[in-house]
């Protein structure tokens, strides 16, 4: 045959492999594309379905306050069922589990983890333990269903590249917390800070673009809303800043003795405790309940649920809380933690911070109130998540207000420092190993320890 013959014939060969990975390639961006549709269409239904669990509980307390004293143990224990009988993978946040999933080349074992029917039971779990007057959020479980909508979505795709998982797992979670919050650059910072160690060229394209894209999916069903309104606070360099070493010093020592007590706690109880809550988890999932009902009755039951609307009010300066709210909100959140049921500690978080800033705040005339609850907010979220970045961004766009960006860094990064030097094991990254030994996957799946000199790393 004639050399030329052979050429064309190559060169047709090679334009028919080009168009078929071209056409590959498509059809799988399509197929990314929708599952990021999917997650913020999901995202947006939990919402809901967790603001209806929240109304419910609002027409109980309408009835009498007195019912939660049954309410509240009989939903955290048959919560605690459920995740221990059927949905083992479903407890606790969600985000340990994203996390743990980066880090495991099993992919039977992370097929199990992100499963479907462990994404679904998570919302339905969570909204059980909303309507029980948990004090915990939906933001954390949102990470682990956006997780599996996308590894689900990756797997129908045909992919079996661990790196190319590993990076739809990611985008899966940043998306999930960028729906959540309607804080698309939250989302993005949250992928990088939260879930990854560095911002890999790779498969930064994917998380882009599915945080984008599930970001839209949010706004276009419920609004181009932000989560806490409008607040137009500064803090002027000057006097004012001495709200920023308070609020950084105190959100510091709060957050990492939490942060601190609860990697403690994940651990084990020793003693007696401890041996009555391994026997007994559905009893002393109960007993949790009951104790958060009393502080709910005590508190006229400001301490239910997310703790949005206090947070809300104590941002915007719309409604008066007592000096004690943040202390009986911390309480409750930790004891919702330690009942073992799923639920998530960002919106909590938020709830907690506010309620420390607008505390402070009456001491601190020379900076306007709503600066400070701003950066008591910032602080202790980022104190307990120890991802200073994160706390800033979502705090920023969560009220729309760029102003106090210098401020609420600083705050954010002093809140850091102060909660390292109580608690050395970021909370999620600590979390996350602890679930990869009760999965069975042994140590050296684990991630690593984080490196006590790095702002950005992974965690809870």
């Not at 105190?250 to 403690?264: D, E, P, T």
Request: proline share 4%; net charge positive; aromatic share 8%.
């Amino acid at each position: 045959m004639h050399p030329s013959v052979n050429t064309t014939l190559e060169s047709l060969h090679q334009f028919r492999d080009l168009a078929r990975n071209g056409t590959l390639n498509w059809r799988r961006k399509l197929i990314y594309w929708s599952g990021a549709v999917l997650v913020g269409l999901v995202a947006v239904g939990f919402a809901e379905l967790a603001d209806a669990a929240s109304h419910i509980r609002s027409r109980i307390t309408h009835i009498s306050p007195l019912l939660m004293l049954v309410v509240a143990p009989v939903g955290l224990a048959l919560s605690t069922w459920l995740t221990r009988r059927w949905f083992r993978g479903a407890q606790g946040s969600g985000i340990p589990q994203a996390i743990a999933c980066l880090h495991l080349h099993d992919m039977m074992l992370v097929d199990r983890i992100l499963a479907v029917r462990i994404a679904l039971a998570k919302i339905f779990l969570t909204c059980l333990g909303l309507l029980a007057g948990a004090s915990i959020g939906r933001e954390g479980p949102t990470v682990q269903v956006g997780a599996s909508i996308m590894h689900m979505v990756g797997r129908q795709a045909g992919m079996t590249n661990v790196t190319g998982i590993h990076a739809l797992i990611k985008a899966g979670g940043a998306a999930g917390v960028a729906a959540a919050f309607n804080t698309p650059l939250a989302g993005i910072v949250f992928g990088i800070e939260e879930l990854a160690r560095s911002f890999e060229q790779r498969t930064s394209g994917t998380m882009l673009t599915c945080v984008v894209i599930s970001g839209v999916t949010a706004i276009a069903l419920m609004g181009n809303y932000t989560y806490f309104g409008h607040t137009y606070s500064a803090v002027p360099v000057g006097a004012s800043w001495l709200a920023v070493l308070i609020c950084g010093v105190l959100g510091g020592l709060s957050g990492g003795m939490f942060s601190a007590l609860l990697v403690r706690v994940s651990r084990g109880v020793p003693g007696r405790m401890g041996a009555f809550i391994s026997r007994r988890p559905v009893l002393f999932a109960a007993l949790c309940g009951l104790v958060l009902a009393i502080i709910g009755v005590v508190s006229d039951g400001i301490t239910y649920g997310t703790g949005y609307t206090q947070a809300r009010d104590i941002i915007m300066g719309s409604g008066q809380y007592p000096a004690y709210y943040f202390v009986l909100k911390l309480l409750a959140t930790f004891i919702s933690y330690c009942s073992g049921i799923p639920g998530g500690l960002f919106a909590p978080s938020l709830s907690i911070g506010a309620g420390m800033g607008g505390w402070v705040a009456q001491f601190l005339p020379h900076t306007t109130s709503g600066a400070v609850v701003l950066l008591g907010t910032v602080a202790y979220f980022s104190a307990v998540t120890q991802s200073p970045l994160t706390a800033t961004v979502i705090v920023m766009e969560m009220c729309d207000n760029q102003q106090i960006t210098l401020a609420l860094m600083a705050s954010a990064f002093l809140a850091f420092g102060v909660s390292r030097a109580l608690c050395s094991h970021a909370l999620y990254s600590a979390l996350a190993v602890r679930f990869l030994r009760t999965t069975g996957s042994g140590q050296k799946n684990a991630p690593a320890a984080p490196n006590p000199d790095s702002a950005s790393h992974t965690n809870r």
